[in-house]
């Protein structure tokens, strides 16, 4: 009976862990200098998307669903380095000198799958996040995908609240975040179709709103909102 207990326990544990893994495609990275070096804590940005990464101290480095299309970005104190990924599903990265890079794709990378790195991506909680990203992750609820993507912003007695900004609203005593969208207030997040979104920011610092604004700001632009 004990070995059965055992067993199952094992099985729901197995489980459990399946379930926590990250969802899409994997994309592993490895960068180094121009000696063969691995470089440790490079931070590597998915351009135009508000995500960003480490490289870890073997160099190495992971996304989620990168596209075709993309580019990164390797930053490494004032030196700045682009590569476009050009179809690729990993990246094997030399940085030279001069803002200069060799790539190219690795079928070792490719082949480690999730296990590679275990922090694969952020999002900036003062920064900002492109609308595609969430709808690249298959976000279809506003409310959600940020709760899920972007530190510090929580559910607090049904208030979106950004966490250690450290001011209450002395009027109300709300924790909850001033919401625009194209620089109208609205209540909730569920006033926005994900669909719509061109990019989220969120701002610990909203003192430029006022007391309306003492506890963070999610502000919200939209693709038609662009042409005000």
Known sequence: MKHLILMLSMICW????????????????????????????????????GVYTYSDK??????????????????????????????????????????????????????????????REYTNSSGTI????????????????????????TKVNGAIVIRNVGTVNPTNASQAALILVDGSEVPNLSMVNVQDVETVTVQKDGTMYGLRGANGVILIKTRSGDSK
């Open 58 to 119: 073997e160099g190495r480095f992971g996304f989620t669903n990168v596209q075709a299309d993309d580019v990164l970005v390797f930053i490494k104190k004032k030196n700045k380095v682009e590569v476009a990924v050009n179809g690729r599903r990993s990246l094997h990265v030399i940085l030279l000198d001069g803002g200069k890079s060799q790539s190219e794709e690795s079928d070792e990378l490719i082949d480690t799958g999730f296990g590679y790195v275990k922090k």
């Open 14 to 49: 197995a489980v459990g862990l399946y379930a926590q893994e990250p969802q899409g495609v994997p994309f592993n990275g490895f960068v180094a200098d121009a000696s063969g070096k691995p470089m440790a804590k490079v931070k590597i940005e998915l351009k135009g998307v």
């Open 130 to 153: 492109s609308g595609e990203f969430l709808r690249r992750m298959g976000a279809q609820d506003l409310e959600a995908a940020i709760l899920g993507r972007v530190a510090g912003v």
